[in-house]
Nanobody, 128 residues
């Protein structure tokens, strides 16, 4: 059973940066696409970013393009989300997830139902 554990969340002022990590255990991580989602209070879970395998093709939602960077270290079974120029509207619980296959199309990446393993989430709060 694959387990994903996020870390790196916290409280930061607007304009600041955070780096989220997603450590995988109990199963293969490197041969699957992985994604980051977020959920703010009262809102649905929304797609943030995804990265495929083996070419590390990346996808981002428009609101984070140019500010967030998704990456992965397959040797460490860990994924990352570098978040710069944070805004109060980025406040949410951030979740990492493993996609059902090695790569996701632009449309496939965006759908949470296409991911079959999820972490417990890490809180990111951006103050104005």
């Amino acid at each position: 059973q694959v387990q994903l554990v996020e870390s790196g969340g916290g409280l930061v002022q607007a304009g600041g940066s955070l780096r989220l990590s997603c450590a995988a255990s109990g199963g293969t991580f490197s041969m699957y696409a992985m994604g980051w989602f977020r959920q703010a209070p009262g809102s649905e879970r929304e797609f943030v970013a995804a990265i495929g395998w083996p070419f590390d093709t990346t996808y981002y939602t428009d609101s984070v393009k140019g500010r967030f960077t998704i990456s992965r270290d397959n040797a460490k079974n860990t994924g990352y989300l570098q978040m710069n120029s944070l805004k109060p509207e980025d406040t949410a619980i951030y979740y990492c997830a493993r996609f059902r296959g090695p790569n996701c199309s632009a449309s496939g990446c965006y759908a949470p139902q296409n991911y079959n393993y999820w972490g417990q989430g890490t809180q990111v709060t951006v103050s104005s």
